[in-house]
């Protein structure tokens, strides 16, 4: 399978929202899997390569688990490029189980992204049926992760970001993620947390 096979879907039956991805739900990362699900039911149809209008915090927490953070203009953060996805209700409440919105492990906000140039680039999308949404770290730890992150953070969630991540099967089951989190955010920081 081509890393852009189902690109090129048709907008779903009735969009919800759309998503913008930065991590793991990206084409080639390990829970694209479920876009491609949500794409062959026709939840979920690609958009574009886009990039935040504003700079956010994009940092690695345990296990090298992508974050996003909702700390627009932070020093230290970058424009984040990533992916955008229409929608289906049924595509979102797939999407919020994986992301543990319910368990708060991530909250789905509004966020403001613009195309990148290689797809047109420069102008603000504004989505029609549904704004523009994005999982963001949930609000109770965000500023601890920025902190023990060096206040430093990634303009993308790429090949060498991604070393080392652990799939949620295969790490501790003794622990909840939440309890992952916060023995990470309160761990000394190392070069490369080989130990989360």
């Known amino acids: 399978m081509g890393v852009?096979?189902?690109r090129e879907n048709h907008r779903p039956a009735a969009v919800a929202t759309h998503i913008f991805t930065y991590g793991t739900l990206k084409t080639?990362?390990?829970?694209h899997g479920l876009i491609q699900d949500l794409m062959r039911s026709g939840d979920v149809a690609f958009r574009c390569n886009c990039r935040t209008v504003e700079p956010h915090p994009l940092v690695c927490g345990p296990y090298r688990v992508p974050f996003l953070l909702n700390l627009p203009g932070a020093a230290g953060a970058d424009r984040v490029s990533g992916e955008l996805y229409?929608?289906?209700a049924r595509g979102l409440a797939r999407l919020d189980e994986l992301e543990g919105t319910e368990r708060g492990h991530?909250?789905?906000l509004p966020i403001r992204v613009e195309p990148t140039a290689e797809d047109g680039g420069g102008e603000e999308i504004i989505a029609c049926g549904g704004g523009v949404e994005a999982y963001f770290a949930e609000k109770s730890y965000a500023i601890e992760m920025w902190e023990r992150c060096g206040k430093r953070g990634y303009w993308v969630y790429g090949e060498k970001e991604a070393r080392g991540y652990v799939k949620r099967k295969d790490r501790p089951q003794d622990l909840s993620f939440l309890e992952q989190i916060e023995q990470f955010v309160s761990s000394s920081?190392?070069?490369?947390?080989d130990e989360f």
């Open 28 to 31: 080639g990362f390990s829970n």
């Open 106 to 108: 991530y909250e789905r």
């Open 4 to 6: 852009d096979e189902g």
């Open 189 to 193: 920081s190392s070069s490369d947390d």
């Open 86 to 88: 229409a929608v289906s």
